[in-house]
């Protein structure tokens, strides 16, 4: 096995490893396969990509992220999980799980900009977006009607908004203002430009 930090390396253990995972040129010629049981990854951002953290998260995607959490502590934590390790950071391609496929990771080039990082990412895994989840905490994100939402809504929004969503994890109240429309927008371009690589 062999190990490259070049933009987009994904590592990939033996295939009897209990811990593969597939390339994205794999990924992209077993596109029926997943698409007819996709499975959602998730992953684990290093210290420089707490931004992409949360726009995976409003990509639909479980992308936990730890201000200042140490190195081996970040891979163990991802190994432990199973989660997808991203990181900028060249050293932590040279750790044992890592460099070993233990833990899988993609290696995201640092000069791409945070547009640039999500759309990295989308089409490394080609994967496509999901129903939001709580840009703060990646929590899922539980519709509300007016009614349930009239006492916290600013009186503004609800003369706007007919449906609301509460955070399941850190119980933010949210809407679909100009915002989310704002959102929504960069995710769209986002995946458009991850699909044309």
Not at 21 to 46: H, N
Not at 73 to 87: F, H, N, P, Q
Not at 88 to 104: A, K, L, M, N, Q
Request: hydrophobic letters at 45%; one cysteine or more.
């Amino acid at each position: 096995m062999f190990v490259e930090r070049a933009a987009g390396h994904v590592n990939a253990p033996e295939p009897a490893s209990p811990f593969s995972v597939l390339s994205p040129m794999a990924f992209r010629s077993a596109d029926a396969c997943i698409q007819s049981s996709f499975v959602e990854p998730r992953f684990f951002c290093d210290a420089m990509l707490g931004g992409l953290a949360r726009w995976l998260r409003a990509a639909g995607y479980d992308a936990a992220f730890e201000q200042g959490i140490d190195d081996a502590v970040l891979v163990a934590r991802a190994g432990e999980t199973g989660r997808i390790l991203l990181s900028s950071d060249g050293g932590i391609f040279e750790r044992t799980p890592v460099r070993e496929g233990h833990v899988r990771s993609l290696f995201v080039p640092r000069a791409l900009g945070l547009s640039g990082e999500l759309r990295f990412v989308l089409g490394a895994f080609s994967l496509p977006l999901l129903p939001p989840r709580c840009m703060t905490c990646g929590g899922a994100l539980l519709e509300l009607t007016k009614d349930e939402a009239r006492a916290e809504a600013p009186p503004k929004t609800l003369d706007r908004i007919e449906t609301f969503y509460r955070c399941e994890g850190c119980g933010k109240l949210l809407w679909r203002g100009s915002h989310w429309e704002r959102i929504a927008r960069v995710l769209a371009e986002a995946e458009a430009a991850a699909r044309r690589r």
